[in-house]
C-alpha cells in the first residue's frame, strides 16, 4: 500500500512556463515532506521541504504547497528552464527530525528548449 | 558540502558470490546511514538503517543475514549482499544524515548515486 503517491510518471513543460508535480498522501501522521530531484546516474538531491504548520514554501524557483485536509502537495517550478528536466521525487515522515522517508514513485519532468 | 559516494556504479557477478557495497560521507560525519532498494517503475524502499558503532535497524521483510550491514566509522558503511540470486538484481542506494544537521530538525538525507546490481 503506497503511502506517497505520484501519479504521473512523467510531465513535459515547455521552457519559460510553469512546472506542476503532484504528489498524495494517505497517512494523516505525516507532517514533513520534501522534494527531491534526481539527474541519470546521480542520486537524488534535496531541493525543498515544507512542514505541515505551513501550507507554502518558496526557494527561488521553487514554491511547496501543501493542502493537508486534501492530503496533497504540490510542486512549482517558474519559469522551468531545460535544466530542471530530471525525475523528481516526494518524500514524507513523521517529525522534522525523523529519519524515515517514505517515498513516492517519482516524477519525470522534461523541459522542451 | 555534504557530498555522498558510493562504490562501485555498477556490479554484474555470478549467482552465488557476495558483493560489497561502500558508502562514504566526504565532507561530514553521519552516524546514522540508510539503504534503500529501487525496483523499476517502483518508490525507494528502505531496507536498513546503518547506526555507527552498532547493529543496523532492518525493516520488515529485509533478511539481515541475506544484506549484512558494516557501519564502522562516522564516514563509512558497507553493505554486502550475500550469496547473491538473480532476484537480488536491483538498484541500491545509500543516504546520509549530517551529524551536524541533526540539531536542526532538518530531516535532509544526502545519497550517493547508487548502484547497479546484476546478478547472472
Known amino acids: 500500500d503506497q503511502q506517497v503517491k505520484q501519479n504521473s510518471p512523467s510531465l513535459s513543460v515547455q521552457e519559460g512556463r510553469i512546472s506542476i508535480l503532484n504528489c498524495d498522501y494517505t497517512?494523516?501522521?505525516?507532517?514533513?515532506f520534501l522534494w527531491y530531484k534526481k539527474y541519470p546516474a546521480e542520486g537524488p538531491t534535496f531541493l525543498i521541504s515544507i512542514s505541515s504548520i505551513k501550507d507554502k514554501n518558496e526557494d527561488g524557483r521553487f514554491t511547496v504547497f501543501l493542502n493537508k485536509s486534501a492530503k496533497h502537495l504540490s510542486l512549482h517550478i517558474v519559469p522551468s528552464q531545460p535544466g530542471d528536466s530530471a525525475v523528481y521525487f516526494c518524500a514524507a515522515t513523521i517529525g522534522a527530525g525523523s529519519y524515515q522517508l517514505t517515498f513516492g514513485k517519482g516524477t519525470k519532468l522534461s523541459v522542451i528548449p | 558540502g555534504a557530498v555522498v559516494s558510493q562504490h562501485p556504479s555498477r556490479v554484474i557477478c555470478k549467482s552465488g558470490t557476495s558483493v560489497k557495497i561502500e558508502c562514504r560521507s566526504l565532507?561530514?560525519?553521519?552516524?546514522?546511514m540508510f539503504w534503500y532498494r529501487q525496483f523499476p517503475k517502483k518508490s525507494l524502499m528502505l531496507m536498513a538503517t546503518s547506526n555507527e558503532g552498532s547493529k543496523a535497524t532492518y525493516e520488515q521483510g529485509v533478511e539481515k543475514d541475506k544484506f549484512l550491514i558494516n557501519h564502522a566509522s562516522l564516514t563509512l558503511s558497507t553493505l554486502t549482499v550475500t550469496s547473491a540470486h538473480p532476484e537480488d538484481s536491483s538498484f541500491y542506494i545509500c543516504s546520509a544524515r549530517d551529524l551536524g544537521e541533526l540539531t536542526l530538525a532538518k530531516n535532509i538525507q544526502y545519497f550517493g548515486a547508487g548502484t547497479r546490481l546484476s546478478v547472472l
Open positions: 497517512n494523516s501522521m505525516f507532517d514533513y
Open positions: 565532507d561530514f560525519q553521519a552516524t546514522t
